[in-house]
């Protein structure tokens, strides 16, 4: 019985194929909630270099300016909205990706508003 529960484990991660799909980078949030009645806000910026966009078959640096966030506390919860504008400059395209005909641009880079 343990030797056919061993085989059909060796047997499952040997046929199992990796997941794709959109990896998102770690992000570093302030852990402490907005105190009751309290409005809190925050600015900053985003760089990353080389983020690969495995749907969009885009890759390049990923610019965020400016990120913004207010919160608002009220009881043991908080009320939260995030914004910013980022800018991706395109140093490679896959055209084999699974969106990539999705993609409305032939300049060198695509802009969004989070």
Do not use: C, N
Not at 32 to 56: D, I, K, Y
Not at 66 to 84: C, I, K, M, T
Request: hydrophobic fraction near 50%.
């Amino acid at each position: 019985m343990r030797r056919a529960a061993a085989l059909a484990a060796t047997l499952a991660a040997a046929v199992a194929a990796p997941a794709l799909g959109q990896v998102r980078p770690l992000r570093t949030v302030d852990p402490l909630p907005a105190v009751e009645g309290r409005l809190v806000a925050s600015a900053g910026f985003e760089l990353q270099h080389g983020r690969t966009f495995s749907l969009s078959g885009l890759t390049g640096d990923l610019v965020g300016l400016p990120l913004v966030a207010v919160s608002f506390g009220f009881g043991r919860a908080e009320f939260r909205v995030e914004s910013g504008y980022d800018v991706l400059f395109i140093d490679a395209r896959d055209p084999d990706a699974p969106f990539a005909h999705m993609v409305e641009t032939d300049g060198d880079h695509v802009h969004d508003v989070r």
